[in-house]
């Protein structure tokens, strides 16, 4: 084995694995620049990450090739970022590949210009020529030194071209005047992005757009459209039953590679699976379908059993797909005979009929294997028992397997993403262990990442990288979330906090927030700032500020925060119709502006009582734009309000229930 490189000290488990490759691989940083200068050579940059399956394919096929490395060490500086640790670099590299190749993604393979602009890319490179319709690595490495010696005037005309174009196109939004239509278009869109036969958007490979399905419900509750709650039912549905979703563990992987979302790419992101918790359980509270209870309780159950550190009160970031290199998703799949092995006659039997399992999988790498999706429904009543039997065995099977690796870094952007969709499912499925985790959580987010003068840091307990948006915003959106949840004023102070912070830092004179703040930056392409308005694939930063910006008006009822809504989306409503099931979180940030919020308040005393009962059913009530208050006071009652239109006092939860439903 290689003795360690510069990566060996880094904290990031993705870096950390590549500290034994033959590559002089430095973290990102001045004093890799500052080498490219005065070598003057051209800087490979790799970006990945820990649960990226392609990355580890390019890392053992090339990265761990000393043929390859010692071309890589003679002719260039190399670079390796983790693009979870750093989104702000990725998602700018990430714009320089797109305009080159027509295509990004993971890994991200780019040559820079010593000063860190980009002249050459791509993605997965193969390490021979042909391969996947693709020039082999060593030949492009050599082809790319060749250029940078002896096409100077060539590399720099192609870096400055790419510059601009990165430049221009980190800026998504556009101004616009916010109307209604702005809602009814966007999801007109979605509608035609709709896949009739087998649900959600497009085509193969297929993505969770949970933003969306919660955008369609909206628009079906407020005007019966059949069409848009068909499309949401339809998409969460196909993937409650399709290999996506894990059977046994609970939980959603990250994307179907077919468009009948039967074989996925098996890693689990805490990102999708908060969303998506979100999306099943509002789709729950609105259509009452038990499935959606059940996909949402297997999401729960997959986050505290694997992502949840409950004693330091934090969530891991992901699980990955593979235990080893080559594997391709061994540990969450099943040949007919791994199966029979561990059930009864009658259990394989009704597990095979379910879940099609069968002599022929549907795994390219393994053809035996196969990936367990819900085929058809137990024959009888009495196979239901038999099948519940024969998920368990399976599981506990499962368990004794070498699992792939969990990342156990707490970012503070997915931690809170997930502390927010636990408060959901605490109060949905009547969960309190969910809510006091979730709240220790958010705690520690205030305590540990939180700083008056430079805002949210990304990763808990780690003072650096910080300035990013996002990691801001989705704080600010979860502690509105405790603050409903609890009736603590502390936490709606604290969002207040976070967005007072925001305008300072982060906000564009021209409207709308800059993703890194003013303080941030720094080489090559971090000195321009991003204004991202599209969902790509977590909620846009923009989006969920808006979301922000209408709950705190809607909380408060101070006109300075409408005020400040407005202006965000004047500033982005241009984007709106262009961005269609791209910018789902910013249509549901405009539904909030253009349709009447829905204010439950309720007050009484604390603990059980009357006033708790209805606290939970106004938290338990499905309505697209809708805001809980609780008060302390001497006798319970609880009030609804529509837009300007309030209810009279009710003093009990069925008669809140009543009046809820009318």
């Keep these: 084995m290689a003795s360690p490189n510069a990566l060996a000290a880094e904290p990031s488990a993705y870096l950390q694995s590549a500290a034994h490759q033959p590559v002089h691989w430095f973290p990102w940083g001045d004093a890799a620049f500052a080498r490219a200068r005065a070598a003057h050579k051209p800087i490979l940059l790799d970006i990945g990450a820990v649960w990226c399956h392609w990355c580890h394919v390019m890392d053992g096929e090339s990265y761990e090739d000393p043929a390859i490395?010692?071309?890589?060490?003679?002719?260039?500086?190399?670079?390796?970022?983790?693009?979870?640790?750093?989104?702000?670099?990725?998602?700018?590299?990430?714009?320089?590949?797109?305009?080159?190749?027509?295509?990004?993604?993971?890994?991200?393979?780019?040559?820079?210009?010593?000063?860190?602009?980009?002249?050459?890319?791509?993605?997965?490179?193969?390490?021979?020529?042909?391969?996947?319709?693709?020039?082999?690595?060593?030949?492009?490495?050599?082809?790319?030194?060749?250029?940078?010696?002896?096409?100077?005037?060539?590399?720099?005309?192609?870096?400055?071209?790419?510059?601009?174009?990165?430049?221009?196109?980190?800026?998504?939004?556009?101004?616009?005047?916010?109307?209604?239509?702005?809602?009814?278009?966007?999801?007109?869109?979605?509608?035609?992005?709709?896949?009739?036969?087998?649900?959600?958007?497009?085509?193969?490979?297929?993505?969770?757009?949970?933003?969306?399905?919660?955008?369609?419900?909206?628009?079906?509750?407020?005007?019966?459209?059949?069409?848009?709650?068909?499309?949401?039912?339809?998409?969460?549905?196909?993937?409650?039953?399709?290999?996506?979703?894990?059977?046994?563990?609970?939980?959603?992987?990250?994307?179907?590679?077919?468009?009948?979302?039967?074989?996925?790419?098996?890693?689990?992101?805490?990102?999708?699976?908060?969303?998506?918790?979100?999306?099943?359980?509002?789709?729950?509270?609105?259509?009452?379908?038990?499935?959606?209870?059940?996909?949402?309780?297997?999401?729960?159950?997959?986050?505290?059993?694997?992502?949840?550190?409950?004693?330091?009160?934090a969530f891991a970031t992901s699980q990955d797909a593979d235990v080893k290199f080559g594997d391709d998703g061994d540990y969450w799949t099943w040949t007919l005979e791994e199966a029979r092995a561990e059930l009864t006659a009658d259990e394989g039997a009704v597990a095979s009929s379910v879940f099609d399992i069968q002599e022929a999988g549907e795994m390219h790498h393994n053809p035996k294997k196969n990936v367990l999706w819900w085929k058809q429904d137990p024959a009888s009543d009495d196979e239901w028992s038999v099948l519940r039997s024969a998920i368990a065995k399976l599981k506990a099977a499962r368990d004794r397997r070498t699992a792939p690796f969990v990342d156990r870094t707490a970012y503070v952007n997915w931690n809170a993403m997930m502390a927010s969709a636990l408060l959901h499912a605490g109060a949905v499925l009547d969960r309190p262990e969910c809510n006091a985790l979730a709240l220790k959580v958010l705690t520690n987010i205030w305590d540990k990442a939180w700083d008056g003068g430079s805002g949210m840091s990304h990763v808990l307990g780690r003072s650096e990288p910080r300035g990013m948006l996002d990691d801001n915003v989705q704080a600010a959106a979860a502690f509105l979330d405790a603050y409903e949840s609890t009736g603590e004023r502390a936490w709606l102070e604290r969002a207040r906090s976070i967005m007072e912070y925001c305008a300072k830092a982060h906000e564009d004179a021209a409207g709308g927030y800059w993703d890194i703040a003013q303080t941030s930056g720094g080489a090559a392409y971090l000195s321009a700032r991003a204004k991202a308005v599209q969902d790509a694939p977590t909620p846009s930063a923009n989006g969920v500020a808006a979301l922000?910006?209408?709950?705190?008006?809607?909380?408060?009822?101070?006109?300075?925060?409408?005020?400040?809504?407005?202006?965000?989306?004047?500033?982005?409503?241009?984007?709106?119709?262009?961005?269609?099931?791209?910018?789902?979180?910013?249509?549901?940030?405009?539904?909030?502006?253009?349709?009447?919020?829905?204010?439950?308040?309720?007050?009484?005393?604390?603990?059980?009582?009357?006033?708790?009962?209805?606290?939970?059913?106004?938290?338990?009530?499905?309505?697209?734009?809708?805001?809980?208050?609780?008060?302390?006071?001497e006798r319970p009652a609880a009030t609804v309000c529509v837009g300007t239109s309030c209810s009279l006092p009710v003093a009990a939860a069925d008669e809140l229930a009543r009046l809820l439903d009318a």
């Excluded at 616009?176 to 007109?188: F, I, M």
């Excluded at 409650?240 to 074989?263: C, K, M, N, S, T």
């Excluded at 790419?265 to 699976?273: A, I, L, R, V």
């Excluded at 005020?563 to 099931?581: F, H, K, P, T, Y």
């Design 548 to 633: 922000v910006l209408a709950r705190l008006w809607a909380l408060t009822d101070d006109g300075a925060w409408r005020g400040r809504l407005d202006r965000q989306l004047a500033a982005l409503a241009g984007s709106a119709s262009e961005l269609s099931l791209y910018g789902a979180t910013l249509l549901r940030a405009i539904d909030w502006a253009v349709h009447p919020v829905t204010r439950i308040e309720v007050a009484g005393p604390a603990g059980a009582g009357p006033a708790c009962a209805m606290h939970l059913l106004a938290l338990q009530a499905y309505r697209p734009r809708k805001v809980v208050v609780r008060t302390i006071a």
């Design 69 to 313: 490395a010692e071309v890589l060490n003679r002719d260039f500086v190399c670079i390796k970022v983790d693009r979870d640790e750093r989104p702000d670099v990725d998602a700018r590299y990430q714009r320089a590949v797109q305009a080159l190749s027509g295509q990004g993604g993971w890994p991200l393979t780019a040559f820079l210009t010593p000063d860190g602009e980009v002249f050459f890319g791509g993605t997965y490179f193969p390490p021979d020529n042909n391969a996947y319709g693709r020039p082999g690595f060593r030949r492009v490495l050599l082809e790319i030194a060749r250029a940078f010696r002896e096409e100077p005037d060539r590399v720099t005309t192609n870096a400055r071209a790419i510059r601009e174009h990165v430049v221009q196109s980190l800026n998504e939004a556009k101004p616009g005047v916010v109307t209604a239509e702005l809602v009814t278009n966007g999801a007109d869109q979605m509608a035609r992005l709709f896949d009739v036969r087998y649900g959600g958007f497009g085509s193969a490979p297929k993505f969770p757009h949970p933003a969306a399905s919660e955008f369609l419900l909206a628009r079906w509750h407020d005007e019966g459209l059949d069409w848009a709650r068909d499309i949401v039912t339809k998409t969460l549905t196909a993937m409650a039953r399709g290999g996506v979703r894990d059977h046994l563990g609970g939980g959603f992987h990250r994307y179907a590679v077919d468009e009948r979302w039967i074989v996925p790419h098996f890693e689990k992101m805490s990102y999708d699976n908060s969303e998506l918790l979100h999306a099943y359980l509002a789709s729950y509270q609105a259509t009452a379908l038990p499935l959606y209870r059940e996909v949402a309780a297997g999401i729960v159950d997959w986050v505290l059993e694997v992502l949840a550190d409950r004693a330091t009160g």
